[in-house]
T-cell receptor, first 112, second 111 residues
Framework: EAGVTQSPTHLIKTRGQQVTLRCSPI?????VYWYQQALGLGLQFLLWYDEGEERNRGNFPPRFSGRQFPNYSSELNVNALELEDSALYLC???????????FGPGTRLLVL | GQQLNQSPQSMFIQEGEDVSMNCTSS?????WLWYKQDPGEGPVLLIA?????ELTSNGRLTAQFGITRKDSFLNISASIPSDVGIYFC???????????FGQGTRLTINP
């Protein structure tokens, strides 16, 4: 069974640009979660999608947004990039709402 | 953001030694999870705990869900080089609909 996949693996952007990250959950999983992991820090909860709806978000500004598609894959969009947005962005999925979460390999974003 | 208190922050041990790390919180959690993260990769689930007092093993790993629901520990017995990495605890708060992570324990093993 394939795990959670994310693309791209790495990205380099400049301040003010916009970026879109993609995630495909484990087959059969309907909930998708996004986390930010800044260098040397723990994981901070960003967004939770379930059945195509945004169900909860962490303490991040509105320029962090996303969506979930009918096939349960998800996108994370970050507008007006700032230097401190440089981080590893991790996607996780679960079979049920807030069931055990399984993580993808992440997308490493560098903002210059 | 909210985080758990995970300790120690780092450990330097000899191969073959046992390892113990723990997490504490001021909040009650419904589920405790332990993940391992290798450099540049996503966290991999090691053990999930769903009931207060539960003691669960996965090979050389043993974890317990504290009776107060506010703490958990992870033990690794007879460490081997592939145990190197960062270990994270995570508490699941269903009411707040969030998974809260500890700051991580970085494990280094001297051969």
């Amino acid at each position: 069974e394939a795990g959670v996949t994310q693309s791209p693996t790495h990205l380099i952007k400049t301040r003010g640009q916009q970026v879109t990250l993609r995630c495909s959950p484990i087959s059969g999983h309907t909930s998708v979660y996004w986390y930010q992991q800044a260098l040397g820090l723990g994981l901070q909860f960003l967004l939770w999608y379930d059945e195509g709806e945004e169900r909860n978000r962490g303490n991040f500004p509105p320029r962090f947004s996303g969506r979930q598609f009918p096939n349960y894959s998800s996108e994370l969009n970050v507008n007006a990039l700032e230097l401190e947005d440089s981080a590893l962005y991790l996607c996780a999925s679960s079979l049920i709402e807030w069931g055990t979460q399984y993580f993808g390999p992440g997308t490493r974003l560098l903002v210059l | 953001g909210q985080q758990l208190n995970q300790s120690p922050q780092s450990m330097f041990i000899q191969e073959g030694e046992d390892v113990s790390m723990n997490c504490t919180s001021s909040s009650i959690f419904n589920t405790w999870l332990w993940y391992k993260q290798d450099p540049g990769e996503g966290p991999v689930l090691l053990i999930a705990l769903y009931k207060a007092g539960e003691l669960t093993s996965n090979g050389r790993l043993t974890a317990q869900f504290g009776i107060t629901r506010k703490d958990s520990f992870l033990n690794i017995s007879a460490s081997i080089p592939s145990d190197v990495g960062i270990y994270f605890c995570a508490g699941q708060d269903l009411g707040a609909q969030k998974l809260v992570f500890g700051q991580g324990t970085r494990l280094t093993i001297n051969p």
